[in-house]
């Protein structure tokens, strides 16, 4: 290998081949994405660099350099590096050499507004815990202020803890010994009722208030979990599905933070080793995973948090040495210094869509809080945590009557099918640190539901006072996401009742996980209605034949079919791009394109001009053999067709028109492909409201225009 003298020049290192590069190109879904990419801003300081690993090679020298002189070089072992030093705003170039390879020179720039980013160490963090219970949401002399200002919020726990005594305890698992027991899919989703909802109510109740029945109720729970084995089907490492063992690793060390003088030694020992072994069990997948290489897998992203819970609750305990809690922390803390969010881009968007933003950006507050309190310093520093309040307002009003992309686009947290997970109020934290006062207005009108059904651990948690307070993020009528690929343009965003939005995905996010072959498509909404949305459901769960049959496939979507077939399918290929998005006054435009995403060899871009009451989309496709087009579109109403014009009615009437050269045909269906609950036992069948199809088709040709004229008439 080059000498680090050599290889920090960006002329030709000595030892290295030209042409001898390290792997650039991702060959799956769950790995990370090389950053900075060629000309990219970085609007966090230090930028973190990361790059692909190659499992023949166990060093890496990063080199960075800035007018042509060197700036910063470190040599390490792992996929990505986080400078200890502050960037100048500027130019830089930077490099990554190893065993006689190099990945290429890549230009980038630091923003004069970039973000300073000073994380906590492990040891910063462990040296910092306190010895006094509660600790992990709130401290003892907060609680008065606490219930002084969330008044609303105590009412309604209340109200839960009631729920809580009703449902009395619940049963153990049996779907991993008996056939004929309750499956999983059904046991876990009642176990959340009893472990994230009740348990933790009545534990937040008992704290905040003493309530002495609440604490006894919660700790029953509480103890009853911990008399179940954490192996089998409560594990998030075994073979019977991970979600009774991630409530449980969610939960467990905040609980028994909150709860924590109600307990005997004898119990305080069962407490902390089950506390331990989910801690285990958290490293355990993360390092099989090797998540820094990999942190493209949804159920993962949660366990960092959970992972610094653990050791920061058993700071005290009997249980784990300090070898192993520093291990963790510091684990957890170079997941949250580098790579993460995976998921979240710097401009605010989460490619996993809206539904699994308003939980994933949750799971992480309570350690993050809690490291800001004890140390002062904070892992909310990077610019993504500050702008997530726009894409909440933009993506996840609770009020919309559906919010693409992704699954569970259709869910409300009032759903029977996933209560809570669309978080009840999305806005929470995010609103309070960082939002303007609309996005606070927002928030304080979900504080206080009728009953809390997942997410609580966050109601009553002591945010972080820092030294001042950040500029609030302003909300705008047009937010581009390029980050993750989403853009959302609407005519008057804080006056939804005359609202006419638009909504659109091109990503280099693929179609894997949670994210479906949906790339270049759209949804419309007025007035928080939907006229052209997604279409399909999970079905009974997550992989059902309708899942993965329809819902996860093009022709679900509004995107176009060639030749009859739609995007790669679960595919780190599927990927699209925004070439531009822009407003002129109050006319909006934007271009995507997403020909490579297809099978099919086909260049394909997509214009979008909208303005008060109309959008025009404009589809060019050419391609060296003719292909056939099919043009889906869907809607929760049903179309009404005359010739090719058709129309949709939902508070307002949508009236579209489509026109091209080529001849067209046009049909409807309410009907989808693959039925909802094909393959699915009938007792565990599901009804869902019904959705409707309708397809214009187009002749092969090598070369479409095609014009669709979507027009607001008001009744």
Known sequence: MASVSDTCSNQEPIGIINGNRLRSERNSAREVFPFPGENQTVFSNPPCFIWLPDEELSSYTVCVTKDGAQYFEVTTDKNYCLPDKIFEAGEYEWNVVSGGREKGWVRFRVSLQAMIFDPPSAEELFDSVPDVHPRTLFFKEDIPAILNEKKSELETLKRNAGLAYENGMFEYPKFHLDGKALPYREYFGKYRDFCDRNMVATALLYALTGDKRAGQHSKSLFMRICSMTPNGPASIVGKYGDEVGLSNARTLPTVYDLIFPLFSEAEKDLAEWTVYCYGLQCEYRLRRLDYCHNPGDSHAGRLPAYLAECAMILRYGKVADKETLMRWLGYATEIYSGIFPYYGGSDGGWAEGAFYCTSYTRWYLPFF???????????????????????????????????????????????????????????????????????????????????????????????PSGKEKPEAVPVNDME???????????????????????????????????????????????????????????GRQYGSKHHFGWLCTTKAHNALLFNGKGQYERSHKTVGKINACFRDGNVFYAETEAGDAYPVEVKWLRKFRMTENELVITDEVASEEPVSVIYPLHSVKPFSITGNEAEIENGVKLHIKMTSEQPIKCSTTDRYDVDLNEGEPEEYHVKMPAQYHLYYEFAKSKRHTIECRYTIKMI
């Open 369 to 463: 809080c809690m490291a800001e309190r004890f140390t002062g310093k904070s892992f909310f520093g990077k610019p993504f945590y500050r702008n997530l309040i726009k894409y909440i307002v933009h993506f996840a009003n609770p009020e919309y009557e559906l919010h693409p992309f992704g699954d569970g686009y259709w869910c409300k947290s009032t759903d029977e099918e996933w209560p809570g997970f669309f978080c009840q109020n999305p806005y929470r934290v995010y609103a309070e640190m960082f939002g303007d006062e609309y996005a606070r207005e927002l928030s304080r009108k979900y504080a206080a539901p009728d009953y809390y059904r997942l997410h609580l651990l966050d109601i009553f948690m002591k945010l």
């Open 480 to 538: 581009l996401f390029a980050d993750t690929g989403f853009i959302s343009n609407h005519t008057d965003l804080k006056n939804m009742g005359k609202d006419f939005a638009l909504q659109i995905r091109a990503s280099r996010f693929g179609s894997d996980s949670h994210r479906h072959a949906d790339q270049c498509s759209f949804a419309l909404f007025y007035a928080g209605k939907a006229l052209i949305s997604p279409s399909g459901y999970f």
